[in-house]
Structures are given as structure tokens and as C-alpha cells.
T-cell receptor, first 119, second 108 residues
Framework: DAGVIQSPRHEVTEMGQEVTLRCKPISGHDYLFWYRQTMMRGLELLIYFNNNVPIDDSGMPEDRFSAKMPNASFSTLKIQPSEPRDSAVYFC?????????????????FGSGTQLSVL | RKEVEQDPGPFNVPEGATVAFNCTYSNSASQSFFWYRQDCRKEPKLLMSVYSSGNEDGRFTAQLNRASQYISLLIRDSKLSDSATYLCVVKRGNKLVFGAGTILRVKS
């Protein structure tokens, strides 16, 4: 089975530009999470979706960040305008096959991440 | 104060050594506990869950002390391939909260 697929793997952009990160979760998983990882702050949860609906976006740093999940197989994280402090690795993760008990939510399957550099 | 605290290390140990990592969490509402492993420039992957009674998976032993809000991971007979960052993780509601990780370097 294909794992979580993220694109692009690397993104270099200039301050002020719009950045869109993409994620395809594992088929059948109904939870999708966006994390950001930096040396200073470690892995931080930005937002998560359940059945395509955003449940908790309290980790989104500010209004420049937005995330959507238009269907069960696709999600985007957008930064507009981007700033140098947004430079990080952004991970998408999915979990919980449909129909399983809630307790199986714990194991997250991560994508390979997008290394974002904002100059 | 971070919700999940870990010693960042690095822990530099020879092959065959036993090494232990500790982790503390601040939210007593945390429900479940895990160790994830992250190799350099890779994504985190689940290593093992941590149960109240303690649990073992081969060379790895995890312990949980809910009263002290403390989690540990013990690795016996370290291998070169164990070199990685070990992330302590707590579950609160549907959210997994990650510690910043402890770096382990196993040397021959």
C-alpha cells in the first residue's frame, strides 16, 4: 500500500510569496494531521481533520496559514504571504482506518515531509 | 514549560551498551503514551506504545509512572542501527503531542 504522500519534497521561495503544500493520506484513514518541525520548537501540531472537517486549528500560528481538505484523499496547507520564520519541515500524517475503534487513532503514519526554505 | 519534556542529549554510547531515556509530561489528562523514532532527515515512526504495567519489545522496554507523569525507554544491547532521535509522545483527546526528542548515537 502507498503511504502518506507529500509534495513537493523541497520548496525554496522568497519572502512574500504564496506557498502550497500538498498531502495525500493513506486510503481509508479518516484523520489527517499537519505538523511543523523546527530545531527550536520540535514537532508542533498545526491542524487536524476528521472526515475532511477541520477539528482543531489552534496550532496554526497566524492568519497567514490556512489548510483545506476538499475530499478524503487530498489536503493542502497554504502560507500567504510566507516569511523566513516559516522555514521548517512540514509533515502530514494520517491515522485510523475507517470502522475501527477510536483507540486505534494513536498510530500516525507520516509522509516524508516538505522542507520549506523562505529566503 | 513544554507539555512534554525530554533531555535532548546527545547520548553517545558504544555498541552493546544499555541506555535509558526519560520524559516527563505536564498534562495529567494525557491518556496514552508512545515512543516514536526519527532517523536523520526522515519522518517519525512509531516505535512502541507505553502501558501502565510496563512493556517490552525485544531489546526495548518502556515504563510509565502516571503518578509522577514520567515515561522511560530502555534500550539494551545497543546496535549501530539504533542511532536516531527518540520522541516521547502523549495523546490528549485526538491530538498527539511530541517531545523535542533525545538524540542517540551508538558508536562501534
Amino acid at each position: 500500500d502507498a503511504g502518506v504522500i507529500q509534495s513537493p519534497r523541497h520548496e525554496v521561495t522568497e519572502m512574500g510569496q504564496e506557498v502550497t503544500l500538498r498531502c495525500k493520506p493513506i486510503s481509508g484513514h479518516d484523520y489527517l494531521f499537519w505538523y511543523r518541525q523546527t530545531m527550536m520548537r520540535g514537532l508542533e501540531l498545526l491542524i487536524y481533520f476528521n472526515n475532511n472537517v477541520p477539528i482543531d486549528d489552534s496550532g496554526m500560528p497566524e492568519d497567514r496559514f490556512s489548510a483545506k481538505m476538499p475530499n478524503a484523499s487530498f489536503s493542502t496547507l497554504k502560507i500567504q504571504p510566507s516569511e523566513p520564520r516559516d522555514s521548517a519541515v512540514y509533515f502530514c500524517a494520517s491515522s485510523r482506518p475507517r470502522g475501527r475503534a477510536l483507540s486505534t487513532n494513536e498510530k500516525l503514519f507520516f509522509g516524508s515531509g516538505t522542507q520549506l526554505s523562505v529566503l | 514549560r513544554k507539555e512534554v519534556e525530554q533531555d535532548p542529549g546527545p547520548f553517545n554510547v558504544p555498541e552493546g551498551a544499555t541506555v535509558a531515556f526519560n520524559c516527563t509530561y505536564s498534562n495529567s489528562a494525557s491518556q496514552s503514551f508512545f515512543w516514536y523514532r526519527q532517523d536523520c532527515r526522515k519522518e517519525p515512526k512509531l516505535l512502541m506504545s507505553v502501558y501502565s504495567s510496563g512493556n517490552e519489545d525485544g531489546r526495548f522496554t518502556a515504563q510509565l509512572n502516571r503518578a509522577s507523569q514520567y515515561i522511560s525507554l530502555l534500550i539494551r544491547d545497543s546496535k549501530l542501527s539504533d542511532s536516531a532521535t527518540y520522541l516521547c509522545v502523549v495523546k490528549r483527546g485526538n491530538k498527539l503531542v511530541f517531545g523535542a526528542g533525545t538524540i542517540l548515537r551508538v558508536k562501534s
